[in-house]
């Protein structure tokens, strides 16, 4: 017989220990504006749970990012994509953000296969 989550969270007040955070993940997707394009890339938010690798990958923006930034349950790891220059030069550039972020994100870089993304080609 378990205990509910109420009484749980009873037990761990009085010990003055804090349960996981529930977070409600408000999911994003960039729009690169004339100041990024500018700027050659855009910096891109993402998140999973700890313990599954195969668990879902969030993309979020840089304020939700700070939230789970302490959150032992969660992975985080933000990039720098590409969106200017020739089309080699992007995917590649991309390519090696990707795979720097997938140490911490397992499975980012089926996530994101279009490398080109956001870039005018």
């Known amino acids: 017989m378990g205990i ?8 761990l007040n ?7 955070v529930n977070h ?14 500018r700027r050659g890339y855009i910096v891109r938010y993402f998140i999973q749970r700890v313990n599954d690798k195969d668990a879902t990958i969030y993309e979020i923006n840089s304020k939700e990012y700070e939230k789970y930034l302490t959150d032992p349950f969660w992975n ?3 990039l720098e994509w590409r969106i200017t220059g020739n089309l080699n030069e992007i995917e590649n550039s991309n390519k090696q953000s990707l795979k720097i972020a ?3 994100i397992i499975g980012i870089i089926n996530h994101l296969p279009f490398h080109s993304q956001f870039s005018l080609y």
Do not use: W
């Open 24 to 37: 409600t993940i408000r999911t994003f997707i960039p729009t690169p504006n004339y100041i990024d394009y």
């Open 102 to 104: 997938s140490k911490k």
């Open 76 to 78: 985080t790891s933000s």
């Open 14 to 20: 009085a010990q003055n220990k804090r349960g996981p």
């Open 4 to 11: 509910s989550t109420f009484e749980y969270n009873q037990l």
